[in-house]
Each structure stands twice: as C-alpha cells, then as structure tokens.
C-alpha cells in the first residue's frame, strides 16, 4: 500500500514562517562532526509507559534525551527534563507543546508564536522542495535535515547532523493501543479515519501518516546505518511489527 501524505499548510505559508523565523533569530543548527555520544529519541507512542525507567537508566549514564513534541510533558510529568526538546509542526496549536528542556530545537518551519514563546531557541531547517531559497544569507554555516513526513524521522536525520551515531529509539509505536495514540492523554484517538493495517499475522489501528511513517521508517534506518549508524528500537505496535518483519526477511534471504 503506498500512501502519499502531503502537508495541509501551503507552501506559501511555510515560506513565510521560515522566513519570519530567520529574521528573528541567527540560532541556527549546524553539522557536527561525529562523536561518540549517544542519542535518545523519544516519541509519545504507548509503549513509552513501560519504558520509562530505561529512559532514565540511559540519562544517568549520560546519553543525550531528545523529546519530540508533547513527549516532553510526558517526561517532565515522570521526573526526566530531557536534553532537547524536537517540534516541527507548522500550525499553531504547537506552542501548547512546548515544555521544559535544557534546549529546544525548533524547526523554521513552525509558526512564529512557537519561536517568540521560545525565543533563545535553535532552529533547524527541514530539507523541504524551495525551503533553502526562503533562509537569507549567513555568515555561518547552516544544514538542510532530511528524513521525511514525521518529526520521529526528521528527529533521526537532525541527530545524525547533531553529530550523534548511535540512536536509541523510543515510542515510535505509529498505532494505537486500547484506542489511545500516545502514551499520555490526547486527542488523537481511533475513529472513522482510522486504519487498519495487518502486518506478521497481527492487526494493527493507525492513521495514514503514522501508516506511512512506519513504511518509510526501515529505507531511512538503512540510509544512516549506511552512514556508520547503529539504531535500536524500543517499542512495540506497528513499527515494531515492521522492524520484526524485516528482520526476518533479512535472515532468511
């Protein structure tokens, strides 16, 4: 099944805020070479519930804890302030995200009121057709992040630039579980829009933008494996099923 996921804000729109974003602030992420520092990248799946104290195992010995969207609340809420906080979304309604963490990382992309609530943020630019064209000129270097339609993907290409070669994933789950979406209370719950998708024998209920984010996950996997990555996952539901499923197939070809 190939699903094809478009962004709902016109691009004229996007270039905008990322235009606006520039003009407020010369924060910008940059390549770093390679070190030995481990990432910790933590979506809000269900499954981020039970993994919590490995969260916080891998934090006291001193991995770096990336936090996507409203993840953040979530480890705040359990005691873990994580190391950066990842948003990427364009509407507005992400400023409601925003949490405490020792930095955020905010795509150029989002709406302004996200940069002016966070104003000492960094900003990162998604490598998006005609994005470059909107940043102005600088005298320092800056990097275009790849990794496709979702801040979980994005977030892995945005580490690799960070630096970071080691990625331990969490709460990419990209499914629901007893009709919730993420791991804490939200709004995405299963309804006439939602999916279902069979993957090994089990049956899974998704959207189409988690569906596609769990196709697209092993292709990026491979691109930074094949750039001296090494990628674990620690989650359970559709992703997960996929991981397994490849893995599989790898053996026995």
């Not at 520039?22 to 390549?31: G, L």
């Not at 990382?105 to 998006?128: E, F, G, Y």
């Not at 990097?143 to 970071?164: H, N, P």
């Not at 996952?233 to 991981?243: F, K, N, P, S």
């Amino acid at each position: 099944m190939q699903i094809d996921v478009f962004c709902i804000t016109p691009d004229e729109e996007l270039f905008s805020h990322i235009r606006e974003n520039c003009a407020s602030t010369k924060k910008w992420s940059k390549v770093i070479p390679a070190h030995d520092g481990a990432a910790v990248l933590v979506g809000g799946g269900p499954s981020l519930r039970s993994r919590l104290s490995s969260i916080r195992k891998r934090q006291e010995l001193g991995q770096t804890i990336f936090a996507l969207n409203s993840a953040a609340k979530f480890l705040i809420d359990n005691g873990i302030v994580p190391d950066y906080q990842v948003l990427l979304d364009p509407q507005p309604f992400l400023v409601d995200y925003i949490a405490p963490a020792k930095e955020h990382l905010i795509a150029s992309q989002c709406h302004p009121s996200v940069l002016k609530a966070v104003p000492d943020a960094t900003l990162w630019h998604l490598a998006v057709e005609g994005a470059e064209e909107q940043i102005p000129e600088h005298d320092e270097a800056f990097c275009l992040v790849g990794g496709g339609i979702s801040v979980g993907l994005s977030a892995m290409f945005l580490a690799y630039s960070m630096g970071f070669r080691k990625l331990h994933l969490y709460g990419y789950d990209s499914s629901f579980e007893d009709n919730n979406g993420h791991a804490y209370t939200s709004p995405m719950k299963v309804d006439a829009n939602s999916v279902r998708v069979t993957v090994g024998g089990k049956q899974f209920v998704s959207t189409l933008n988690m569906v596609r984010q769990a196709q697209d996950f092993p292709n990026r996997c491979d691109d930074l494996i094949d750039r001296g990555c090494l990628i674990t996952v620690e989650c359970d539901g559709l992703l997960r099923a996929i991981v397994d499923e490849n893995a599989k197939a790898a053996q026995a070809a």
